[in-house]
């Protein structure tokens, strides 16, 4: 089953940058130094129903400031500030785990979302409790910006 959830969610990722960004981006191998000490932006999205679950998206700071010039249609010198680079991420987080979601949804497993949240840093990483199944997905966009998409599943009681 978390391979098909893999699966459902690459599938919502390059809806989304295909969409939101006009990009094009690729899934390639996990490696560990795609989440470099450089300062990282991750936003979550959970969802709750047949299946518990969250979604972290991360993205070194730089190539978040780039998806917000995109997504808001301005230039980066119009980007002031932690707000508008967080509220965009939080959206691209939103909107992955929303198309996600909705698959789910058309396949019967019912749930619902979470607020999206931020968290801001380096050398920082998510950890998975026992019951939890993690994946962790990476997408190239372009030459040399990474995506990395992590999920943890818990199947619900």
């Known amino acids: 089953m978390i391979d098909q959830l ?9 809806q989304v940058f295909r969409t939101m960004l006009n990009s094009n981006i ?12 450089d300062a990282h932006i991750a936003g979550s999205v ?3 129903g047949t299946m518990t679950g969250v ?7 730089e190539f978040a400031t780039r998806m917000t010039t995109t997504i808001l249609g ?8 932690d ?3 967080n509220d965009s991420i939080g959206e691209l987080a939103n909107m992955i785990v929303g198309g996600f979601k909705t698959t789910l949804v058309e396949r019967g497993m019912s749930c619902v979302l ?23 997905l990476c997408f190239r966009c372009g030459e040399t910006d990474t ?11």
């Open 26 to 37: 690729r899934s390639i191998p996990f490696n560990k130094d795609a989440l470099t000490s």
């Open 83 to 85: 707000e508008m680079v």
């Open 147 to 157: 995506l990395v998409v992590e999920i943890l599943i818990k199947p619900s009681e």
């Open 55 to 61: 979604v972290y998206i991360y993205a070194r700071a």
């Open 74 to 81: 301005v230039p980066a010198q119009d980007i002031e500030g």
């Open 114 to 136: 979470t607020i999206p949240s931020i968290v801001r840093g380096s050398n920082f990483s998510i950890e998975a409790t026992s019951s939890t199944t993690r994946r962790v």
């Open 6 to 14: 893999e699966e459902l969610l690459k599938t919502a990722v390059n």
């Open 46 to 48: 959970g969802f709750i």
